[in-house]
């Protein structure tokens, strides 16, 4: 007596399109919308990071820290 398993949605064993009725197409997009919100997070999150790091910067240009 053997248990099946359910599937995965992620597991090799289904095709890749087709018998789905859009939803590869519709998590497609989904991913394309998430990485472009999570790119823009990360350049404002550099941008904020640069604004206060720069002073500290320039300074160190200036006069950098002796090495110990």
């Known amino acids: 007596m053997s248990r ?3 599937r995965s ?3 090799r064993t289904y095709p890749a399109s087709g018998s789905f009725g859009g ?3 519709m998590c497609s997009d989904l991913h394309h919308r998430a ?3 999570a790119d823009d ?3 404002t999150v550099a941008k904020a990071i ?3 790091m720069q ?3 320039a300074e160190q ?3 950098p820290r002796r090495k110990r």
């Open 4 to 6: 099946s398993t359910p």
């Open 9 to 11: 949605p992620y597991s």
């Open 23 to 25: 939803l590869t197409e």
């Open 35 to 37: 990485r472009a919100l």
């Open 41 to 43: 997070v990360a350049r």
């Open 50 to 52: 640069g604004r206060v």
């Open 55 to 57: 002073p500290f910067w």
């Open 61 to 63: 240009m200036i006069r």
